[in-house]
């Protein structure tokens, strides 16, 4: 993957077929603590310890159209190669909570990428779904709840296009702030 | 900064609309592969691409774009299948972003497949 956020977009695939309803997607970024963190939790249908166990190994997968699934294997190795950390915590009808934590000075470190397309395409593509994203660096921080949106939205889908635009144009103007932009 | 209030506007238009938006039965889909395989050879931007396209033409209530899990065949990656009402479905492979507004011209338009993007021209 070339990007840390074509990670996510792939993770959070795994809570939207675990049946969850609501998917938290969390990114700390600390220039002082040399850390970027990433994690993606879910009240979907959780897992056993032996299938936690049965994810990280590549040659697992719940597929029947192939024999391998390198979703959380590529993840996992993402964060360990800069010399981070990687963890995942599930209980069975509870649900998932997949953690990678990076060292981000380490040259072996994958940029972010573009984090805010993947929300957007998470929202746009399951439109029933709740995500709340937060995205936090040394400055500030900011949360996308679609929750709230929807909310407000009463009864207008979150893949109306309008409502899309409104989202990404939402999140690139918190995001140039959170990184210390101008404020338009 | 994008205000709540903005998001209610866009509510009231959308109301206005949505009840056309609902009664597309005939609606065609575009479904863009986005397993892990399809991610990272590019399905990301394939999947913009289409979205913008359809938007810029004002097909919105006649196409849907969404995405599909792995189908595998991950060595044709980005996988993008075409289904439009009544006729058989398309597996186009190996998009690009720059194939995309040829697609929507002549397959979601004018019903004309684009046969050297399909599978069965690759095979």
């Avoid at chain 2, 395989?37 to 969404?66: M, Q």
Wanted: glycine share 6%; with cysteine; charged share 25%.
């Amino acid at each position: 993957m070339r990007e840390l956020s074509l990670n996510v977009m792939d993770v959070a695939q795994n809570s939207v077929r675990a049946q969850a309803s609501l998917i938290y997607i969390t990114v700390t970024e600390s220039d002082k603590e040399d850390n970027l963190t990433i994690t993606i939790s879910d009240n979907g249908c959780g897992m056993t310890d032996e299938q936690v166990q049965q994810v990280i190994d590549p040659f697992f997968t719940t597929r029947t159209t192939r024999k391998v699934g390198l979703g959380v294997p590529l993840f996992k190795l993402s964060a360990e190669q800069t010399g981070g950390s990687f963890d995942i915590k599930s209980k069975l009808g509870e649900g998932t909570a997949t953690t990678a934590s990076y060292v981000k000075s380490s040259v072996d470190m994958t940029p972010l990428g573009d984090i805010n397309d993947t929300v957007k395409i998470l929202i746009q593509c399951n439109p029933d779904i709740d995500f709340v994203f937060t995205h936090s660096t040394d400055l500030d921080s900011f949360t996308l709840d679609t929750r709230e949106l929807r909310e407000i939205l009463a009864g207008v889908p979150l893949d109306t296009p309008d409502v899309l635009e409104w989202i990404r144009q939402f999140l690139e103007e918190n995001t140039q702030n959170i990184y210390g932009g101008a404020e338009k | 900064m994008k205000s709540l209030a903005e998001l209610q506007a866009i509510r009231d238009r959308a109301r206005a609309q949505i009840e056309l938006r609902q009664e597309n039965p005939n609606a065609a889909k575009v479904l863009v592969g986005m397993a892990t395989c399809g991610i990272a050879a590019g399905a990301r931007p394939v999947l913009n691409a289409f979205t913008e396209e359809i938007a810029k033409r004002g097909l919105t209530k006649d196409v849907t774009v969404t995405q599909t899990g792995c189908i595998g065949i991950c060595q044709y990656e980005p996988v993008v299948e075409v289904e439009v009402p009544g006729q058989e479905k398309v597996t186009y492979v190996k998009v690009a972003p720059e194939m995309v507004p040829r697609i929507v011209n002549d397959h979601l338009v004018n019903h004309n497949v684009v046969t050297e993007y399909t599978i069965g021209a690759i095979k």
